[in-house]
C-alpha cells in the first residue's frame, strides 16, 4: 500500500506542482483587482464549481491510465486487497488535491490576512478546507464513473451539491460536506472490483452504491423531467412564464400586471357597496406597492456572502467592510491599507457591535429586528424602527406617495415621519399596521392606493405556487383614516401550471423529499420564516394519490427488472422502489444488468447437496 501511494504521489507530482502555482497565480490576480473573500455567493459559486471539475479531471485523467493493463502487471506479483488499493490511491489523491488546491488557497487567506490591511475573519480559513472536500468529493465520484462502467452513473456527481448547497455558517456546513465525502467513498470503493461491470456482490456494497445512485437519480429525474416539461410548452407556446399573455386570474398575470390593475381586478369581485365608487377613484389614482426585499438575512460566519457587505467612502478614500468576527465595520485607507477606524452600532467610533450581520439596502442597515440608517457624512446610525422577537423585518423604508411602509413576516406597517432633532433623519412613528391575510413566503406584494377617505392594501399571494402552495388568494384590505382594517374582498388566485407539475417534488418521492428538507430545518440559513400558527403545506388527494401509483408502480417495474434474479434481491429491491419511489428504479437500471436466462435459472435453482466422502 506504501508503494502504491508513493508511486501515485511521484506519477502526478509535477502536475500537481504546475497546478498549484497556476492556482496562485490566479490568486493574486485576482486579489489584485478585487477581495474574493468579500465577493458575494455567485461569484463564489464559480470558484467552487472550479475545484470540483479540477477534481474531476483529474480522476478522469488518473484512471484513463489505470485501466491500461500494462499499468497493473506489477501487481499481479504483490496482490494486495482491494481495500488497501483503494486506500493508496484515495490518500495519493488527496495529498495531490491538497497540493494544488487547498494549499494555495490556504495560502492565498492567510497572504490576505497577514500581509494587507483587508479584513479576514476566522470563517474564512475554512474556505480553503471546503474547496479541498468538494473537489475530492468530485475525484470520488470521477473514479466511480471511470471505473464503474455505467455511463449513467454520472448522477452521482450531483449528491454533493444536493448535500452542500447551503448559505449557512461555514463551520455549521463541515457535517454535511463531509457526510458527501463518506458517500462519495463508500460508491467509489463499489467500483474497485475485478469485474466492473458487476453489481455489488454485499448488502453493504448495494447500500453503498445505492444511495448516492438514488439521490442523484432523484435529481435528474426532477429537474430533467421540469426542464423537458416547461421546454415542451415553450414550443407549443403555451408556457406561463413566456407567453405574452399568460393564463387569465393566475399568479403570473397578477405578478405582471401593475397596482391600479390589480386593484380593479379584485374590486370587480367585491360585493361593497363602496366598490364602484373606489374604482372611480383608483383608475385616476398613482398606486405604488410594497415588497419583501428579503427573503433570507445573512448569517454569522456564512461561507459565502450573502451580499457584498462592503461600501466605499469617495470623500475620505476609507474602504468599509463589516468583519464577521467583531461584528463592527472595519475601515481602512483605500491607498495605504492603513486602519480608519470602527464603525459600530452608534456610528463611527463606537465599539458596541450589531446584535445580527446587517443587509445592507442603500443608505439602510438591517437587522431581523432592527432597521438603521447610515448618514453618508457623519457616519452616525440612527434607528429608524424596531419590532420585537421573534417578528422579522423583510425589507427597509418603502414610500407610496410620501407615505412611509415597512414590510414584517407578520404585518405591513404604515409610519408617518416625526420631528427630526438637529442633523438627525426623522424618526417613524406607527399610524397603524395591518396583519399579513396569509403566510409571508407566499406574499408576492403589496399593491397600495391612497384614497380620500382612507387606503386600499392588495395583499398579492402566490409566489410559492409554483412550488405547491395551495390556498393563495388576492386579499383587498380597506384602511380608514383611524387606523381601523376591514378585509373588503377576497379572490382565490388560479393555478398557472398542472397540479402534478406544481408538487413534482414531494410526489416523486415523499421519503426523499423528507430527507433532502433536513439540512433546510437543521441549518441556518437566515431564513424569514411565516408567522407562527401557519398551516403547514398541504397536499391535495389528487397529489397524494398520484405518489400512491408512483410508489405501486416502481415496486413493480423493480420486480420486473429483477425477475432473473434471486428472490430475496427481488423482495429487497421491490420494498425499497415502494418506499423510495422513481429514483429507486432508475438506480436499480444503473446498478443491476439484466441476467441472461441461463444465469437465472442458475441463481434460482436450489444449491446441490454435498456428496458424502465415502460415495
Not at 76 to 89: D, N, Q, T, V, Y
Not at 221 to 240: C, D, E, T, Y
Not at 292 to 315: I, M, S
Not at 545 to 573: G, N
Request: aromatic share 8%; with cysteine; hydrophobic share 50%.
Amino acid at each position: 500500500m506504501k508503494e502504491l501511494f508513493l508511486s501515485e504521489c511521484r506519477r502526478f507530482r509535477t502536475v500537481a506542482l504546475v497546478a498549484a502555482t497556476i492556482h496562485l497565480v490566479l490568486q493574486l490576480m485576482a486579489s489584485r483587482m478585487t477581495e474574493p473573500l468579500q465577493m458575494g455567493w455567485r461569484e463564489q459559486t464559480v470558484i467552487l464549481i472550479a475545484c470540483a471539475v479540477a477534481g474531476l479531471a483529474f480522476a478522469v485523467a488518473q484512471f484513463s491510465t489505470h485501466r491500461q493493463a500494462s499499468r497493473w502487471l506489477w501487481l499481479m506479483h504483490r496482490p494486495l486487497p482491494r481495500s488497501r488499493i483503494f486506500g493508496a490511491l484515495a490518500l495519493a489523491s488527496l495529498a495531490l488535491l491538497v497540493a494544488a488546491i487547498g494549499l494555495p488557497a490556504l495560502l492565498a487567506v492567510l497572504g490576505s490576512d497577514r500581509l494587507t490591511g483587508r479584513t479576514v475573519d476566522s470563517h474564512h480559513y475554512l474556505i480553503p478546507l471546503h474547496l479541498l472536500l468538494t473537489s475530492f468529493s468530485a475525484w470520488l465520484g470521477g473514479a466511480y464513473l471511470m471505473l464503474s462502467g455505467r455511463r449513467s452513473a454520472f448522477v452521482v456527481l450531483f449528491v454533493p451539491a444536493l448535500l452542500c448547497w447551503h448559505l449557512a455558517a461555514a463551520d455549521a456546513l463541515l457535517a454535511p460536506a463531509l457526510l458527501a465525502v463518506a458517500l462519495m467513498a463508500a460508491l467509489a470503493y463499489t467500483a474497485f472490483a475485478p469485474d466492473r461491470t458487476a453489481p455489488p456482490s454485499t448488502t453493504s456494497g448495494w447500500l453503498a452504491a445505492g444511495v448516492p445512485l438514488v439521490l442523484g437519480c432523484h435529481f435528474v429525474l426532477l429537474w430533467g423531467a421540469s426542464i423537458a416539461f416547461q421546454s415542451g410548452q415553450m414550443l407549443l407556446g403555451v408556457n406561463p412564464f413566456n407567453s405574452p399573455l399568460p393564463p387569465s386570474g393566475g399568479a403570473i398575470e397578477m405578478t405582471r400586471a401593475d397596482g391600479r390593475a390589480n386593484l380593479q381586478r379584485v374590486l370587480a369581485a367585491s360585493s361593497d357597496a363602496r366598490a364602484a365608487h373606489w374604482r372611480r377613484q383608483v383608475a385616476l389614482l398613482d398606486t405604488g406597492s410594497v415588497r419583501a426585499r428579503w427573503l433570507e438575512l445573512p448569517v454569522r460566519g456564512q461561507v459565502g456572502n450573502f451580499q457584498k457587505l462592503q461600501w466605499f467612502d469617495n470623500t475620505r478614500n476609507i474602504i468599509w467592510t463589516f468583519s464577521h468576527d467583531r461584528m463592527l465595520f472595519e475601515g481602512r485607507d483605500a491607498h495605504t491599507d492603513a486602519p480608519r477606524g470602527w464603525i459600530g452600532m452608534g456610528g463611527l467610533g463606537d465599539l458596541r457591535p450589531f446584535s445580527a450581520v446587517p443587509a445592507m439596502d442603500g443608505k439602510y442597515l438591517q437587522t431581523a429586528q432592527q432597521l438603521l440608517q447610515i448618514d453618508p457624512e457623519t457616519h452616525r446610525i440612527h434607528l429608524l424602527a424596531s419590532v420585537a422577537a421573534p417578528e422579522t423585518l423583510a425589507g427597509p423604508v418603502q414610500e407610496v406617495g410620501r407615505q412611509p411602509f415597512v414590510l414584517t413576516n407578520r404585518r405591513l406597517v404604515s409610519y408617518r415621519a416625526g420631528v427630526a432633532p438637529a442633523g438627525q433623519p426623522a424618526p417613524l412613528e406607527q399610524v397603524y399596521s395591518v396583519p399579513l391575510p396569509g403566510p409571508f413566503g407566499d406574499l408576492d406584494r403589496v399593491d397600495v392606493a391612497r384614497l380620500l377617505d382612507g387606503t386600499l392594501l392588495s395583499f398579492n399571494f402566490g409566489r410559492r405556487m409554483i412550488d405547491g402552495e395551495v390556498g393563495s388568494r388576492q386579499h383587498l384590505v380597506f384602511v380608514d383614516g383611524a387606523g381601523r382594517a376591514q378585509t373588503v374582498a377576497v379572490r382565490e388566485v388560479g393555478h398557472d401550471f398542472p397540479l402534478l407539475f406544481e408538487h413534482k417534488d414531494w410526489w416523486l418521492s415523499p421519503v426523499i423529499h423528507a430527507a433532502l428538507a433536513l439540512p433546510e430545518r437543521l441549518l441556518d440559513k437566515g431564513l424569514t420564516p411565516d408567522a407562527p400558527g401557519t398551516v403547514a403545506q398541504q397536499r391535495p388527494a389528487a397529489v397524494v394519490a398520484a405518489a400512491l401509483v408512483a410508489a405501486i408502480l416502481s415496486a413493480a417495474l423493480a420486480a420486473w427488472r429483477l425477475r432473473r434474479h434471486p428472490r430475496r434481491q427481488v423482495l429487497a429491491w421491490s420494498a425499497a422502489a415502494l418506499v423510495f419511489g422513481a429514483p429507486c428504479v432508475a438506480a436499480l437500471w444503473v446498478l443491476a444488468p439484466r441476467l441472461p436466462r441461463a444465469a437465472s435459472a442458475a441463481a434460482r435453482a436450489p444449491a446441490p447437496l454435498p456428496v458424502p466422502a465415502t460415495a
